[in-house]
């Protein structure tokens, strides 16, 4: 008998109680492990995050896009939206990265270079944006989870008055 459970293959071998036995057992061993496992690691679900963004970033045919006036967000808002919006459009398979460069960001803020490698240095010491190995920068998945939990209720609460 083959068993494949998430990312462990086994096969077992022998008379049908044998391999029941087995079976058991590796279920009992591996299951608990994997639940274990599940309840530390982070995971964003996307369609709840499109839901959550709905209304505030849109992915076009040009690329991603805020559909909220940066004069109504601060600047660090404005770059933590441009790299959601990218993540977004990457994990729907309608941009071909997940990330911006500085120049690139420096650009949809509108804003000096100073300003913008100042904004991207804080949210990387703040664990909310990264730099990838290509030099550019990207939302991190805890990133994704403070925006979704503290940063877009402020967001929408500022929209709405």
């Known amino acids: 008998m083959h068993v494949k459970y ?3 293959d086994q096969t077992f071998v022998g008379n049908v109680d044998d391999v029941w036995v087995s ?8 299951i608990p ?3 274990m496992a599940r309840k530390v690691t982070l995971t964003v679900d996307l369609q709840k995050l499109i839901q959550d963004v709905e209304g505030v970033i849109a992915i076009t045919p040009e690329g991603p896009e805020l559909l909220i006036s940066k004069q ?10 441009c790299l959601l919006a990218a993540h977004v459009g990457y ?3 309608h941009l071909s990265r997940d990330s911006f ?4 960001l420096q650009t949809r803020l509108g804003k000096s270079s100073k300003i913008t490698s100042t904004r991207l240095g804080e949210l990387c010491r703040e664990g909310m944006a990264t730099k990838t190995g290509e030099g550019n920068y990207k939302i991190t998945t ?4 403070r925006l979704q939990e503290e940063t877009l209720p402020k967001i929408r609460e500022k ?3």
């Open 101 to 104: 460069s500085k120049e690139e």
């Open 6 to 8: 998430r990312d462990v």
């Open 91 to 93: 994990r729907l398979g």
């Open 33 to 35: 492990s994997f639940d």
């Open 72 to 81: 109504k967000l601060t600047d660090s808002e404005t770059i933590q939206l």
């Open 159 to 161: 929209i709405q008055t």
């Open 142 to 145: 805890i990133g994704i989870k």
């Open 23 to 30: 079976v058991n057992r590796f279920f009992s061993q591996v």
